[in-house]
């Protein structure tokens, strides 16, 4: 496992993504290039293993499309096979965790099936087609990674029998992979970005979450998902090409469907409609945007939070920010919240120690306290719960500025006036009584 500020060749190891049973996947930034990336480092002890990666690699770098993960490089750096592509904001399974509107939904579906029928094309067959290897870009661009692992990932799964099977065909699960067999895995990655559920096996109709799908689009798009989900594959498309031809004959009428839906509301007064909550985080904003450096949306509700909460105010939803992208230059590969490059541990989760890059302390704005550690005195930020030189444990509660409210379990200041749960520690909040 890389550490964070770790150099490897002409990259700097900022936080890792992900990890997997075949490789782990780092964001890294390009010290010759002056970028940002994705770095895909497979596990294995020594090179033996890599003949499957370097062809794979190579059926990678032939397939071109916008909605196509690039791969940026390839190289043996010491005893690691390192794959260098682009990095995005999210994969497309985070952003499932939060609500997404009708036309959004068959926008990205679209896009994906844009790039199947590319790497249909082209001969290739993914087997691993799932929410996980979509990345989202800026511009709300999708993008298949992972295409060309696929025959190392099938073997690992036949042999250990574990991975990721939720979308897996059955043909496919018996080591007969087809063209319908990511049809059919399309098919399900679809029926969850409408319907926010995924079926299981006997995929009988009606299946879960059938009410909400049809509420969403028209019967003959209902169709052409069970066709694509069918058990025989022969009674599928036959790929991803004819898959994605038969969308675009239906997407058009599905978006009618949704504006027709509105009009019959009868009065459409072309106000945009603000809710209530909305104009509560809007509130919560204005007031304490600058205090608590509000740059962030919740993962899972999207309401406004900060990196160094540890539960989002609005849900309760554990390390609300976790794989976004932080205002500091480095992260902890832990919990992945930012941390500056002159830090020894991280500051919100005891997390190990990094690799140092730098003897030379920074000045800071931010830093308003001092470690209570006699031997240390590091400057602190507010709401840190270690200190990031000595790591001693902040036993001082914090205040928050412009709120008189403490959480009654763990004593640090909190927005009562405004939020559901403690953002240090999880708590709820009690509502005041009118």
Not at 98 to 108: M, V, Y
Request: include cysteine; proline fraction near 6%; hydrophobic fraction near 35%.
């Amino acid at each position: 496992m890389l550490r964070a500020r770790q150099k490897l060749g002409k990259y700097t190891i900022l936080g890792r993504i992900a990890s997997g049973p075949l490789a782990d996947v780092y964001r890294a930034y390009d010290r010759i290039q002056r970028l940002r990336v994705a770095l895909k480092v497979p596990r294995m002890a020594d090179h033996s293993g890599h003949d499957e990666f370097l062809k794979e690699v190579q059926v990678a770098t032939r397939l071109r499309h916008p909605n196509l993960l690039g791969v940026l490089n390839a190289s043996y750096i010491g005893e690691h096979f390192v794959i260098a592509m682009e990095l995005g904001e999210e994969s497309l399974a985070d952003r499932l965790e939060r609500r997404i509107s009708t036309a959004n939904a068959l926008d990205l579906t679209g896009q994906a099936l844009q790039a199947l029928a590319c790497v249909h094309e082209n001969k290739v067959i993914h087997c691993d087609i799932k929410p996980e290897n979509f990345i989202l870009f800026p511009g709300n661009r999708l993008k298949l990674c992972d295409y060309g692992f696929a025959k190392v990932s099938l073997r690992t799964l036949k042999a250990s029998g574990s991975g990721t099977i939720d979308y897996i065909a059955p043909e496919q699960a018996m080591g007969r992979p087809k063209f319908q067999s990511d049809v059919f895995s399309m098919g399900l990655v679809i029926y969850r970005l409408l319907s926010g559920t995924l079926p299981e096996w006997p995929f009988e109709w009606p299946l879960p979450g059938q009410d909400r799908l049809m509420q969403r689009v028209r019967p003959d798009f209902v169709r052409f998902l069970e066709r694509a989900i069918q058990i025989d594959p022969k009674q599928r498309f036959v790929n991803g090409i004819a898959m994605q031809a038969a969308f675009e004959r239906l997407r058009a009428h599905a978006r009618r469907q949704r504006d027709g839906r509105k009009r019959a509301g009868g009065k459409s007064s072309g106000v945009h409609n603000v809710s209530w909550q909305q104009i509560r985080w809007r509130e919560f904003r204005r007031r304490f945007g600058r205090t608590l450096d509000l740059k962030h949306r919740c993962r899972h509700c999207e309401g406004p939070v900060a990196e160094s909460m540890q539960a989002c105010p609005w849900c309760g939803f554990d390390n609300p920010t976790r794989r976004a992208e932080s205002v500091m230059p480095s992260s902890c590969p832990r919990c992945e919240r930012g941390v500056k490059k002159d830090w020894d541990y991280c500051a919100w989760c005891y997390g190990p120690g990094f690799v140092e890059e730098t003897t030379r302390r920074y000045p800071d704005k931010r830093y308003t306290a001092t470690c209570s550690n006699k031997r240390c005195r590091g400057p602190l930020m507010p709401f840190m719960r270690y200190c990031p030189w000595c790591r001693t444990k902040v036993r001082k509660p914090w205040k928050l500025e412009g709120s008189k409210s403490t959480c009654k379990a763990c004593g640090w200041g909190i927005a009562a006036d405004f939020w559901n749960f403690c953002a240090w520690c999880r708590e709820p909040v009690p509502r005041k009584q009118g």
